[in-house]
């Protein structure tokens, strides 16, 4: 029943992360292309009787159209409601009497559709996740009923301060671009959405060329490469390129919003322009913030804000290292009192880490987690799957896990200074506050540090 | 539901492995099963062992379970288990505060804990050939307790409330119906403890505490992975094998009397939208209706084709999600879950209505075979699922173990698959009725301060401070 929004902050954070095999040789990862254009990426693993496979789609939120924002999300739930000859009734019953899951899901980037399924229903689970994407329903019936559905749950979201103030943050920096809106939209554009819309952005987006497949699980390559090979004959061609939207960036001085609300806690955002994950220095950046505030009680913000202040249960920072350069941004919630006082320390953090070269102690140490830890992240096969769709859609080679050690070791103290100079803009910032403002007062003229 | 109170970091592991727990309760197995590949010792001290080696990726997994939650705690001092299991990370006569987590992470590692009602678990998922790392962290702090910054951490777990459940209105409706529904039993107050009762807790409260509850005669060590098994189990041995018992715990002996007649909560809470959540009585997996409720469970909530989200959610458009959960594997019996939130525009009481009219149907109709047959593939492909993480696999021989022996593991499919049609509409009758529960509706008072009565200030404010001088 209920989610915890804290976790899903910190899972996007988690996925800023690189996920990479030291034993790369165990994943034995084959990689083909189909007929259709698609790419295909198999790692065999045989100790489970289950599959775990993974179609990327050039279908994301960043492809909604000016005006439509949470199209791509409808389009991906409306796909989800059954084939040409299966109701959406019939084809829920059929998944789950096999106990397999199959959907869509919609990211910032990309649109997956996914399916999970024991070895013996490997046949009937793909066939089914085939015919949504081949031969979808997209019935007017179902379009609406979703469509009630995804302004139902923005309602739900907008109870969530952590929510709000990550809405209020995109829009803030990214304004109409495509990383501007939330992944489900907002109430006035999923209103105006019609069942038309989403078979236009079905046809123009379910493409395979540039699409990309992994599979993960108990198959072998040449028959599961077979199968696809019959199953996804209906699609073809290519999505039109995206122009490339401006670099995000904040004017000098501190923008702060503040959003009103009867809460316990001020939910805040700093943040700024970031990088796309092609940026060379994405590894430099990595290094740099898991020392300042990605790796958790190893960072400084942790031990600033939370072991030694008290002031906050969880902080946060992050790089959105996207297809298109995203936010640089620090999150935390901190009872209203804490608000000013939070926001300060965290400054003096951002300035810290530009105006002194970090210690050997803090470089080898998030240097071990990042190399050491990456087998942590692909013990399961949904992760191993998710693994292979991010070193594809990235360019990255199959050889990436041998040279991801390498990339990490040849970050020096001096690398992790010029970067934070580079990319860390304490001076031009984003602030959103959801608070109650009669008792945190945030007011940017609070926050100036003592530190210069 | 808040069963769980995470700490620490969360992670994306934890999170993920626990929700499949809590969705599927329990464990199952398919044949042979896992638990005759489980080495297990009961060492002087009354320290418990499990080991399992798993060579599906190169990585293990270190599980200690103490047999203290929530459930444990004295009026007044609710929170005390969690508390603990924060300050936990704050140092030992060895290691200073987070010490322990970042001596964890340079090693390629990733370690949480969490606190129950029944419950604490301490973890770390970590690269196989560093498993020797948290075995000495983990000993030494069962051994040396010795915390830093009390005051500091305390305050940590009040935002950390202030998080889950003063700004969350589904968990502050949550709280006050099990409050409700729980006149004796400690299952009575929250596993993160009322604020009051947490700001009053003193470090003497948790050295206390700790030296009665985490003795080794109270805890299991488990380790998954990939490793061999025999030298981790020596590992063990040698490193827990010395530490020395403190007091006996008192016995937990509340006993909740029967509820007879339905009970009503209301919470009235900074929201948008209403909700209701309503909890019935139920035994846990001592009782062989456990089986069968479970499978009610799957029937009612699992699944886009189940009973609840065909009608609340596709058919009907009342709520925005169901669901429903029962817990198995709780010490004490405790309560299967039904709850929801509204659309907009539609009233708790008549999505009520509707949760009533299927369980009347559960009632006085059999379920069909194949409605039955599939909610019993959803628990099997659920298990097999689970089989590919270590992780899962420790927290299920564990909590097994703490229940009275990891061996029921294998046991859980068959009671599973000997449910009948009869056995869902039997137990549907006896304890998804209305005097056996508490109805809980959370009242939305809105969310802006103008409606809550507090300052007349507008939503946005925009403060731009251009050239600061920082």
Redesign the interface.
């Known amino acids: 029943?209920?989610r915890?929004?804290?976790?899903l902050v910190?899972?996007s954070f988690?996925a800023l992360l690189a996920i990479l095999p030291?034993?790369a040789a165990?994943l034995e990862i084959k990689r083909s292309q189909l007929s259709n254009g698609a790419i295909l990426l198999v790692s065999e693993?045989h100790?489970?009787?289950?599959i775990s496979l993974a179609i990327s789609f050039d279908a994301g939120a960043r492809r909604d159209p000016h005006g439509k924002a949470g199209l791509a999300a409808l389009t991906a739930d409306a796909l989800e409601q059954g084939t040409k000859d299966l109701s959406?009734?019939e084809f829920?019953?059929k998944?789950?009497?096999?106990?397999?899951s199959v959907g869509v899901e919609t990211d910032h980037d990309y649109a997956s559709a996914t399916m999970?399924?024991?070895k013996k229903y490997e046949d009937e689970t793909l066939h089914m996740l085939a015919q949504i994407l081949v031969n979808p329903g997209l019935r007017d019936a179902d379009i609406a009923?979703k469509k009630?559905?995804q302004i139902?749950?923005i309602?739900?979201e907008?109870?969530?301060?952590g929510y709000v103030a990550q809405v209020a943050f995109l829009k803030q920096l990214f304004g109409d671009g495509p990383y501007g809106h939330p992944i489900n939209g907002v109430t006035e554009t999923v209103t105006t959405l019609t069942p038309d819309d989403v078979r236009n952005f079905y046809r123009d987006h379910y493409k395979t060329g540039g699409a990309v497949i992994a599979v993960t699980g108990d198959v072998k390559e040449d028959e599961i490469k077979a199968k696809l090979e019959k199953e996804l004959a209906g699609l073809s061609g290519t999505v039109s390129p995206q122009a490339e939207p401006p670099q995000p960036t904040v004017?000098?001085?501190?923008?702060?919003?503040?959003?009103?609300?009867?809460?316990?806690?001020a939910n805040l955002i700093l943040g700024s322009g970031g990088i796309a994950r092609s940026n060379p220095d994405y590894y430099k950046l990595q290094v740099m913030n898991y020392i300042l505030g990605g790796?958790?009680?190893?960072s400084r913000l942790?031990?600033v804000v939370?072991?030694?202040?008290?002031?906050?249960?969880?902080v946060s920072s992050g790089f959105q290292a996207w297809k298109f350069p995203g936010a640089f941004l620090v999150v935390l919630?901190?009872?209203n009192k804490s608000a000013n006082d939070a926001v300060k320390m965290i400054?003096e953090q951002l300035?810290e880490i530009q105006d002194k070269p970090v210690s050997d102690d803090e470089l080898?140490?998030a240097k071990?987690?990042l190399?050491?830890?990456?087998?942590?992240k692909?013990?399961?096969?949904?992760q191993i799957t998710g693994f292979m769709l991010g070193i594809e859609l990235n360019n990255l080679g199959l050889d990436f896990a041998d040279r991801y050690p390498k990339l990490i070791d040849a970050v020096t103290a001096a690398d992790v200074q010029e970067v934070a100079r580079k990319y860390i803009h304490?001076?031009a910032l984003n602030v959103i506050a959801v608070t109650?403002?009669?008792e945190a007062k945030v007011?940017?003229?609070s926050?100036?540090?003592n530190v210069? | 539901m808040k069963r769980n109170s995470f700490d620490h970091w969360s992670r994306l592991l934890a999170t993920a492995a626990m929700s499949l727990i809590l969705t599927f309760g329990a464990v199952r197995s398919t044949h042979a099963g896992i638990s005759d590949a489980v080495k297990y010792a009961k060492l002087p001290n009354g320290l418990q062992v499990l080991v399992l080696e798993n060579h599906k990726a190169p990585v293990a997994t270190l599980n200690v379970f103490f047999h203290v939650g929530s459930r444990n705690e004295q009026v007044g001092k609710t929170g005390l288990s969690h508390l603990l299991e924060h300050l936990m990370f704050r140092g030992t006569k060895k290691y200073g505060p987070e010490e322990f987590s970042n001596i964890i992470q340079e090693n390629g590692g990733e370690d949480n804990a969490f606190t129950t009602e029944d419950y604490t678990d301490y973890f770390e998922v970590i690269n196989r050939d560093h498993l020797d790392v948290p075995i000495a962290l983990e000993s030494d702090r069962m051994a040396n307790f010795a915390p830093q910054g009390f005051d500091s951490e305390k305050n940590v777990v009040m935002e950390e409330r202030r998080l889950r459940t003063e700004d969350n209105p589904e968990d502050a409706l949550q709280e006050m119906t099990q409050a409700a529904a729980f006149v004796e039993h400690p299952y009575h107050w929250p596993v993160i403890g009322w604020m009051h009762d947490v700001a009053g807790l003193t470090l003497d409260d948790a050295m206390t505490y700790h030296s009665i509850h985490y003795s080794p005669r109270n805890a299991i060590v488990v380790a998954v992975g990939d490793f061999d098994g025999d030298k981790v189990m020596k590992q063990i041995s040698d490193a827990f094998g010395g530490i020395p018992n403190g007091a006996v715990a008192q016995p937990m002996t509340e006993v909740e009397p029967p509820q007879d007649g339905e009970r009503h909560v209301t919470v009235r809470h900074a929201a948008n939208l209403p909700a209701f959540a309503e909890g019935f009585h139920t035994p846990n997996y001592q009782n062989n209706d456990a089986y069968a409720l479970e499978v009610a469970g799957e029937i009612l909530g699992d699944g886009k084709s189940s009973r609840l989200y065909k009608d609340l959610v596709i058919e009907k458009q009342m709520v925005v999600e169901s669901g429903v959960q029962y817990q198995m594997t709780s010490f004490d019996p405790n309560l299967l879950w039904i709850s929801g939130q509204m659309r907009p525009g539609i009233k708790a009481e008549d999505a009520l209505a509707e949760v009533d009219r299927q369980l009347e149907e559960l009632r006085t109709k059999p379920v069909s075979a194949e409605e039955l047959q599939k909610a019993k593939n959803l628990e099997q492909a659920g298990f097999v699922f689970g089989q590919d993480s270590v992780f899962e696999q420790a927290m299920q021989l564990g909590l097994y173990q703490m229940l009275g022996n990891y061996r029921m593991v294998d046991q859980y499919l068959a009671n599973i698959d000997k449910v009948t049609a009869e056995d869902v509409q039997r137990v549907a009758k006896k304890y998804l009725v209305a005097a056996n529960r508490t109805v809980g509706i959370l009242v939305p008072t809105g969310v802006l301060p103008h409606e809550a009565g507090g300052g007349a200030s507008g939503q946005v404010h925009h403060q731009d401070m251009i050239g600061e001088t920082l």
């Open positions: 029943m209920i915890n929004r804290f976790l910190v899972l988690t030291r034993h165990a693993q100790q489970l009787p289950m959406a009734d829920n019953k998944t789950d009497f096999m106990g397999s999970t399924s024991l009923r009630a559905d139902a749950g309602n739900a907008q109870e969530q301060p004017a000098a001085g501190i923008h702060l919003d503040v959003i009103d609300r009867t809460v316990a806690q790796g958790g009680f190893a942790m031990k939370r072991s030694k202040g008290g002031l906050a249960y969880g919630q901190t009872k400054l300035h080898n140490a071990r987690f190399v050491g830890s990456f087998p942590l692909i013990d399961r096969q949904s304490p001076e109650n403002q009669a007011a940017a003229a926050f100036a540090p210069h």
